[in-house]
């Protein structure tokens, strides 16, 4: 097990600079809440698991589906506090979205299945990451995600297994669970299904997302803070993943 902690990197000048001390505050006052509002969003980030996989949804695309083309919707949205057996405090997220992209299905599936690799490309929030594993329908990867804000990084380190199925014709699944942490995630899981619509004017491909994950509570109001901003950055992580499946598509 990795040691349990998101590593915080201090400006030149060290801890007893005026800019270490500018950006240690966690109390709500002065520049505190900016840092707050960014490891909030790196805990809300942390959530869809190797950031290039969503989550396993049900049915067919909605009636209304031309209405969320490059639209992300949410579909639930949670955030509840827990105590672990051992006295932990934790912050359990459960989110799904659905959104429906100008791609076929299989440049869609491929943009997801090949972004592994270069994750910290596609995603504004991954630092780094690398593919401990490969087969032809399993990827075992570990990543290090994290923010910037006030010359300060907070970083976390998680590893996750990625399996993708294809139950049906017009379908395919990507399913990941955590493997370990540095002790920012007690659990998560989820996976992205992907569903071709049949339309006339197509390609449309349906993308279907939910999540569930638990991550470490560093701070009081942590929670609110995740209810409040979580959407958003859930929304912003599913745009850069629309960008790289249009890349792998070539649609303008």
Excluded at 136 to 165: C, H, M, P, Y
Excluded at 197 to 218: C, F, H, K, N
Aim: some cysteine; proline content about 5%; overall charge positive.
């Amino acid at each position: 097990m990795m040691i349990a902690r998101i590593k915080t990197r201090m400006p030149a000048g060290g801890a007893g600079s005026g800019a270490g001390r500018r950006a240690v505050r966690a109390d709500g006052t002065g520049p505190g809440p900016r840092r707050i509002r960014a490891l909030a969003a790196l805990l809300c980030f942390l959530a869809f698991g190797s950031g290039a996989a969503l989550a396993a949804g049900s049915g067919s695309a909605p009636s209304d589906w031309r209405a969320i083309v490059d639209r992300p919707r949410k579909i639930d949205f949670g955030v509840e506090t827990a105590k672990a057996p051992d006295g932990s405090k934790w912050i359990t997220l459960d989110a799904s979205y659905e959104v429906v992209l100008r791609a076929p299905l299989e440049a869609v599936a491929a943009a997801n299945w090949q972004a592994y690799e270069r994750s910290h490309e596609v995603f504004s929030r991954v630092f780094r990451s690398r593919v401990l594993s490969r087969s032809a329908d399993e990827i075992v990867t570990e990543q290090e995600t994290g923010v910037k804000v006030l010359g300060l990084s907070f970083l976390s380190t998680a590893v996750f297994r990625n399996v993708r199925a294809r139950p049906a014709s017009g379908r395919v699944e990507v399913d990941f669970s955590l493997v370990r942490s540095d002790g920012s995630l007690r659990e998560s899981a989820g996976g992205y299904v992907f569903e071709a619509i049949e339309a006339a004017d197509g390609p449309w491909t349906l993308v279907r997302y939910r999540v569930s994950t638990e991550v470490e509570a560093r701070f009081p109001g942590q929670a609110g803070i995740m209810r409040t901003f979580g959407p958003a950055d859930l929304e912003d992580v599913l745009g850069e993943f629309a960008r790289e499946v249009y890349r792998v598509a070539r649609v303008p």
